[in-house]
């Protein structure tokens, strides 16, 4: 019993941490707006979706791997990405303002509307996790050896 007690509390309760934790964040990461595509050095419109899930390393639920055409502004070279996360089948056709890092990394919008908000339900999140995690691995934890106190002689008061 105590067996399937560790493999409950040190291999089940991480992962599923690990899940819903990924699921808080990404609910608030790939929340994005369009952003204005006229500043912008690149633009993305989405051609097609693919659905995966329902669970991922990005935690629990759907969500869509998007083909864009991502058109650079100052010299309308248009070339072929794929994203991850923050589109969608009813972005198909809507142009997007984003950016990248480097060449081959990628694409992120440039505006996303609630970071902060993912950032700290994420920790509060993590927090919380870490006192149930404590709670439930506690009693799983093997005891170490118990050192044997030496007994205390009684010594008489001295008179």
């Given at each position: 019993?105590k067996?399937?007690?560790?493999i409950?509390?040190f291999l089940?309760?991480p992962?599923?941490?690990?899940?819903?934790?990924?699921?808080i964040?990404?609910?608030f990461?790939?929340?994005?707006?369009p952003?204005?595509?006229a500043k912008?050095?690149?633009?993305?419109?989405?051609?097609?979706?693919?659905?995966h899930?329902?669970?991922?390393?990005?935690?629990f639920?759907f969500?869509?791997?998007c083909?864009t055409?991502?058109?650079s502004q100052?010299?309308?070279?248009?070339?072929k990405?794929t994203v991850?996360?923050?589109?969608?089948?009813s972005d198909?056709?809507?142009?997007?303002a984003?950016?990248t890092?480097?060449?081959?990394?990628?694409?992120?919008?440039?505006?996303?509307?609630?970071v902060?908000?993912g950032?700290?339900?994420?920790?509060?999140?993590a927090?919380?996790?870490l006192?149930?995690?404590?709670?439930?691995a506690g009693p799983?934890?093997?005891?170490?050896r118990?050192?044997?106190?030496?007994?205390t002689?009684?010594e008489?008061?001295?008179t």
């Open positions: 019993m067996a399937l007690h560790r409950f509390a089940l309760v992962a599923l941490g690990y899940l819903l934790g990924a699921t964040f990404n609910h990461w790939d929340e994005v707006e952003g204005d595509p912008a050095k690149l633009v993305a419109v989405a051609k097609s979706c693919e659905r899930g329902p669970v991922a390393p990005r935690g639920g969500y869509y791997r083909q055409e991502v058109r100052p010299s309308g070279n248009v070339t990405w991850t996360g923050w589109l969608e089948p198909i056709g809507k142009e997007y984003v950016h890092a480097r060449r081959g990394t990628e694409l992120t919008p440039d505006v996303r509307s609630q902060f908000l950032w700290l339900s994420t920790f509060v999140f927090i919380a996790f006192f149930v995690f404590v709670k439930i799983a934890m093997p005891e170490g118990r050192k044997r106190r030496m007994p002689r009684y008489p008061p001295a």
